[in-house]
């Protein structure tokens, strides 16, 4: 990658947030501040992990609308471990994580096997987890309290484990996908599925890895939103599918598959939360948010046409 | 769609086990017992299905005088899945329907061809819009808490440990939730009464993530903020959540406003004030006692108020 494509490549989402930082700092007294800044690192971690699951979903051409609702149920899980069958924390994890990874292969499953679209075999996970969900935790709020809460309290620098955490992943997440054969395979399968299957990519393990990767990250968010508000609450997650595939469109990564960039997810989740907080800390009404976020959502994806169009040229 | 209608009412009540199965016959000779039908919102959310379980006790202890037949939807925006079910119920010859509607207005019509019927329907948890049923030219009472009210004593009570002026924050509901908008109301009566100064109101959707959002940005905002209250107790464990991740717990006092089991323990340690118990698994019991009370007497309908009640760390079990 040369200096000029970097340049497009990240400076005109770098400059979006930049221009929504100026904005929000002249107009509320305190957004620039650490703590706007330590809040938005806070929150972040889940959107983060499940965002680099999403990109590599949509590289392939494909899409998982369960993301929410395994978020759901993974932090159900870890909260009914933890405080019904009194488990140790690590096995706990290991748990809520395992149920996301089940969710995700069996996804990739159905969809390889009888050649569905992942739109509507995601969309029928996404009520079955919610589903589980709510017969997990008999549909109660499971308050967890101390023995989760300090996995989110663990900071260095001022910030959370988790947010460290959600940094290396989508670290990995990049290299996977520009410096391995897993990520250039994938790009293909995106690009043309079937020049892929001739070409010699076993496309069907792909799909199933990606789409169990997908899961498991969705379940590692419940956790970290579970850490961070101390308890798991049987409605988390609702909606959380398109926030992050809105995030993920606006970092520039195609929904027609074969194209996109880990790191450019990472901005388009930034952009998401930085409105969101910044909106709030101005006290807008609920109405006032929906419409600036639709708008600034598109105005990005708007942005990004040129950009393309200024890289070809 | 009626067909569906049909086959998931008997998938529910083979499932959900409805006590009015296990009555089993009236004895030969006595009057026929009255079928009552409850009519839920979604069943996922935990005030409704603590309700529903209120209700299958209450029938279970009193099998000799009534029959229960329950149903719910699946989230509270199904509407017309709700209108089917008042209409399977009236088809099915029941003698009462007790319903909290899905929405204030869209349930009228159904209620009204109900009544016509000969059915007598009980209102309960939302209120029908007395515009709308003024306007068909029914009464239908409505036997339910008053949110307003109940928010109204979390905050007097938030008032008595603020000095007047001090700056707070309301965490609203949905904002087309008419509970969500009392309670809101109920909120700003207490704090203006009180010459506190409500700096910010925003909507928290009932959502604890997203509330936990809203709020940490209104500390970054206000940093002399004193209190936040929270239209719903999964909004303010949010609210906790995100003082917590400030280091002010303590500072900034919180309520809430539902009573679930995961806030009394945030009340036991002292990071919630208090919360309103509208004690949910009474409230379709008082509809249906009121719907038996209609039955017998045939009286003309009235509204009837349930109790809210403060709970803080002196009286919370």
């Given at each position: ?23 929000f ?21 889940d ?7 999403m ?27 933890l405080v ?16 996301g ?5 069996l ?15 995601t ?7 919610s ?34 955490l ?41 799909t199933?890895s990606?789409?169990?990767?997908s ?47 880990v ?40 942005l ?10 | ?7 998931a ?5 083979i ?32 005030f ?8 299958k ?25 709700q ?42 948890d ?26 109204k ?73 004193k ?12 609210a906790v959540?995100a ?17 679930i089991?995961?806030?009394r ?37 009235a509204?009837?108020?349930t ?11």
């Amino acid at each position: 990658m040369n200096g000029r494509r970097l340049l497009t490549d990240y400076m005109a989402l770098a400059l979006v947030i930049a221009g929504l930082v100026l904005i929000f700092g002249v107009s509320t007294q305190n957004f620039l501040q650490f703590g706007t800044f330590r809040n938005i690192a806070n929150q972040i971690p889940d959107a983060m992990v499940v965002a680099v699951g999403m990109t590599f979903v949509l590289i392939i051409g494909g899409i998982d609308l369960s993301v929410g609702s395994v978020l759901g149920l993974g932090s159900a899980v870890l909260g009914v471990c933890l405080v019904r069958f009194e488990l140790p924390l690590p096995v706990a994890i290991a748990a809520c994580l395992a149920t996301g990874l089940a969710c995700g292969i069996l996804n990739g499953l159905v969809i390889v096997r009888w050649r569905l679209p992942s739109f509507i075999v995601t969309l029928g996970m996404l009520e079955v987890a919610s589903g589980a969900t709510y017969i997990l935790t008999q549909s109660r709020t499971v308050y967890v309290g101390e023995p989760i809460e300090r996995v989110s309290e663990v900071a260095a620098f001022g910030l959370s484990l988790p947010f460290m955490l959600a940094i290396a992943v989508v670290v990995a997440g990049q290299f996977a996908l520009s410096g391995t054969v897993f990520g250039r395979h994938a790009l293909a399968l995106g690009a043309n599925a079937e020049s892929a299957r001739l070409s010699g990519i076993r496309t069907r393990a792909l799909t199933v890895s990606v789409f169990a990767l997908s899961g498991v990250l969705a379940s590692l968010a419940g956790m970290m939103q579970c850490s961070r508000l101390g308890a798991s609450d049987p409605n988390a997650g609702i909606g959380f599918e398109l926030q992050a595939i809105a995030a993920v469109v606006i970092g520039g990564t195609s929904l027609m598959g074969g194209r996109g960039s880990v790191v450019n997810s990472f901005f388009g989740v930034i952009i998401i939360a930085v409105l969101a907080v910044g909106l709030a800390t101005l006290g807008a009404q609920e109405s006032t948010k929906r419409l600036v976020t639709g708008g600034v959502i598109v105005a990005a994806v708007i942005l990004d046409y040129y950009r393309h169009r200024l890289n070809k040229a | 769609m009626k067909g569906t209608a049909a086959a998931a009412l008997v998938f529910c009540v083979i499932l959900g086990g409805c006590g009015g199965q296990n009555a089993g016959p009236a004895a030969p000779g006595a009057p026929a017992k009255p079928r009552i039908a409850l009519i839920m919102k979604s069943l996922a959310n935990e005030f409704f299905l603590t309700m529903e379980q209120g209700a299958k006790n209450h029938q279970a202890a009193h099998s000799a005088e009534y029959d229960l037949i329950c149903n719910g939807i699946k989230d509270e925006l199904d509407v017309n899945r709700q209108i089917q079910l008042v209409e399977n119920m009236v088809s099915q010859g029941v003698q009462a329907i007790v319903i909290a509607p899905a929405d204030s207005k869209a349930l009228v019509a159904a209620c009204k061809k109900a009544q016509d019927a000969g059915v007598v329907v009980v209102n309960i948890d939302n209120k029908l819009d007395d515009a709308v049923l003024a306007e068909r030219g029914i009464k239908i009472p409505f036997v339910g808490p008053d949110n307003r009210k109940g928010a109204k004593t979390a905050a007097d009570f938030l008032a008595t440990k603020l000095q007047p002026g001090d700056p707070v924050a309301i965490v609203e509901g949905v904002p087309t939730a008419f509970n969500g908008i009392q309670r809101k109301l109920g909120f700003e009566d207490a704090m203006n009464g009180a010459g506190m100064k409500i700096v910010t109101s925003q909507s928290g959707s009932w959502e604890m993530a997203k509330a936990n959002q809203v709020v940490a940005a209104m500390i970054t905002e206000h940093p002399e903020l004193k209190a936040v209250l929270c239209a719903n107790d999964s909004m303010a464990l949010g609210a906790v959540a995100a003082l917590r991740s400030a280091s002010k717990v303590g500072q900034v006092l919180v309520i809430g406003y539902d009573g679930i089991s995961a806030v009394r323990e945030r009340i036991k340690d002292g990071s919630i004030l208090a919360t309103i118990e509208q004690h949910a698994d009474q409230l379709a019991v008082f509809g249906i006692e009121y719907a038996l009370e209609m039955i017998k007497t045939k009286a003309a309908p009235a509204d009837r108020e349930t109790p809210v009640d403060l709970v803080t760390a002196e009286n919370n079990p």
